[in-house]
């Protein structure tokens, strides 16, 4: 099992800033990869970004490449989720998630976390 707690969300004006954190305990968390998805009110969950276990292969959805960096600290167990230049399409619930092996599909994910909000207000 892996618990997974997330944080750093928050209301931000559009061209603004905020880092997401995931903070994760139990089970061996630098043998699994981890991501980023989001799901906006009336929408269906979407994929935001990845890392694998060691931090070298990322993956990112296409509207959110060169403003989000995701990054790990498998030292702490924690995944971060830097979001810069931020924009009203990017409001929603952000959740982390940990998979046994690396990809982009939400279905590849065993463990999730509860989520946090972020707002971003135009």
């Known amino acids: 099992q892996v618990q997974l707690v997330e944080s750093g969300g928050g209301l931000v004006q559009a061209g603004g800033s905020l880092r997401l954190s995931c903070a994760a305990s139990?089970?061996?968390?630098?043998?699994?990869?981890m991501g980023w998805f989001r799901q906006a009110p009336g929408k269906e969950r979407e994929f935001v970004a990845a890392i694998s276990w060691g931090g070298g292969h990322t993956d990112y959805e296409y509207s959110v490449k060169g403003r989000f960096t995701i990054s790990r600290d498998n030292a702490k167990n924690t995944v971060y989720l830097q979001m810069n230049s931020l924009k009203p399409e990017d409001t929603a619930f952000y959740y982390c998630a940990a998979a046994p092996r690396y990809g982009v599909e939400a279905v590849l994910y065993y463990y999730w976390g509860r989520g946090t909000q972020v707002t971003v207000s135009s």
């Open positions: 139990g089970r061996a968390f630098e043998s699994y990869a």
